[in-house]
């Protein structure tokens, strides 16, 4: 009787790790010692697209570097794909007394750390948004309705069947637009194309769906945005910015001059300068 309890009880416990395998929403990497930073990539990226900011930074930070499920080496985990890490984030925070961490975060990161910073009794020290805004639903599309984002639509169907050869070129054209920098165009690219496909197709949904505008109006930290120009003009991205931040009581935007949405390839000198600014 007891070789068969100790049987059963080995079983729930390879089930349970198991699960907590299958449900992980992200992995972390730690580097550096001192007041901690938490880093978060953008849509499809991985941890690594910090790798120089956090090169600099981990000689006097402790830096958390996230890769989320689905992207890179992570494996990915069931929809809702975005409510699920942002809850595990919260319990990360929570488990590691990080209450008063500064945010870093790029694209879907930035709009983490200001989903993050919503929060009832938020105490962030700062949170720091690498061009991304509050509704990416309503910068894609006129009239944006959160409400008639679903994942069963034309699109995603035809995204989900695409052939690896229309994907691929899809990714490249993609990558090419997101960077001046043409030595970093394989690198995104390969991010996008090693994504899990329906973590790519479900999980874009998630963030299209995901609407901040009003709910920054509850944010108390210090909200820090660096946007890049290219390739619509400050003139247009000053607007952009201002049109979906205008429900933030208080926030300090840079623009970042001859860069497109990866900052940290385009202008690495400027970012990592505006990022220690923020930090002192």
């Not at 416990?13 to 978060?40: C, M």
């Not at 035809?158 to 050869?165: F, G, K, N, S, V």
């Not at 247009?236 to 933030?248: A, F, H, P």
Request: proline share 4%; hydrophobic share 40%.
């Amino acid at each position: 009787m007891k070789t068969i309890k100790n049987k059963m009880l080995f079983t729930f416990v390879v089930f349970s790790i198991t699960l907590q395998a299958q449900t992980k929403a992200f992995e972390v990497e730690v580097k550096g010692q001192g007041d901690p930073i938490l880093l978060f990539p953008g849509f499809t990226s991985t941890g690594d697209v910090w790798k120089d900011v956090v090169a600099d930074l981990s000689k006097t930070y402790e830096c958390h570097i996230f890769t989320f499920a689905g992207f890179g080496d992570v494996a990915p985990i069931e929809t809702p794909w975005l409510p699920k890490i942002r809850n595990s984030i919260s319990q990360y925070i929570s488990h590691h007394k990080l209450d008063e961490a500064t945010i870093i975060g790029h694209s879907l990161g930035g709009t983490l750390g200001l989903w993050l910073a919503t929060e009832k009794n938020a105490k962030y020290t700062k949170v720091i948004v690498v061009d991304a805004l509050p509704s990416t639903g309503a910068l894609m599309m006129p009239n944006f309705n959160s409400e008639t984002i679903v994942y069963d639509n034309p699109y995603n169907k035809r995204l989900l069947q695409m052939d690896a050869i229309s994907f691929e070129a899809m990714a490249t054209q993609m990558a090419t637009a997101m960077s001046l920098n043409k030595d970093k165009h394989t690198l995104i690219r390969d991010w996008i194309l090693k994504a899990d496909r329906k973590t790519y197709v479900y999980g874009y949904t998630d963030l299209l769906k995901l609407d901040l505008r009003e709910s920054i109006s509850k944010i108390t930290v210090p909200i820090t945005v660096l946007a890049a120009t290219e390739p619509y003009g400050k003139d247009l991205v000053t607007k952009t910015y201002e049109t979906q931040y205008k429900n933030l009581k208080a926030y300090t935007i840079k623009f970042a001059e001859e860069s497109a949405h990866f900052i940290m390839f385009d202008q690495p000198g400027w970012l990592l300068n505006r990022i220690k600014e923020e930090l002192h």
